[in-house]
């Protein structure tokens, strides 16, 4: 009787470790670099792992199903599991987003031609004595009798001065939320089924769950290294977001 129930247990495993398949592979840039910190979605079972420092990701699924692969400043790539995919491992290569450089005017130099080159880099006369009165004018000391208070005015009394403190961050949050949300792409959280409306509150969420940001706050500079670092912090707070109110 023992010998039948853990064949028969044994069986149900086998089922089990069967039905559940793992697609195995790699990422790699377009020239070849393994890429780590990748981002893998799996949209019919929301399963979601990162690639390791040698381009390596493993996850649940099976042939049909639509895996996504997202990584800040390279176009995001959805490739859908075949056959051999769920037999021998998936080799995907991600290329890096166009960069639009902003057009840049080109003033004209000097021709040589002393009459054209008066008149483009010489200021007119008239400007240049404005600008002149105007700097003696503020050279001037004023007459005290003009500031002196009249009868029965108050005068606010003379003190030591005060401190206005520390200079302000150059960013603040919003600025960085907005920095974060424009350079990961509306995509990014839509994938994690985060609706549009509610991006900005999920950043603000994941601000509040203890990603630190003094330094890209102080500066106004937010580096990849920050943008992989929210990306961790997103994938630690997704679940407890998503979670009823009275969990969280």
Sequence with gaps: MKLKLFSFLFIIVCIHIQAQSYIFGKITSENGTEMQDVNVINIRTD???????????????????ELRFVKAGYERLAQKVSEA???????????RQTILIPEVEVKQGLTGNL????????????VEKLIKDIDLYIAQKSDPRILAA?????VQPKG????????????????????IRASLGDDYFTNLKIEKPLIEHFIYYV????????KILKYG??????????????LRRISSYRAPQTQK
């Design 47 to 65: 399963e979601i792992v990162v690639s390791n420092r040698d381009g390596h990701f493993m996850i649940s699924g099976r042939k049909g199903d």
């Design 207 to 214: 601000f509040a769950g203890g990603f630190e940001r003094k």
């Design 160 to 179: 030591q001065g005060f401190s206005i403190g520390k200079v302000k961050d150059k960013w603040d949050d919003v600025d960085l939320m907005k920095y």
């Design 85 to 95: 995919d769920t037999q021998s491992p998936m080799n995907v290569s991600l290329v």
């Design 150 to 154: 009249r009868p029965g005015e108050f």
């Design 221 to 234: 500079f937010c580096s990849d290294a920050d943008l992989n670092r929210f990306q961790g912090f997103v």
């Design 115 to 126: 009459k054209i080159d008066s008149k483009l880099y010489n200021k007119p006369k008239k």
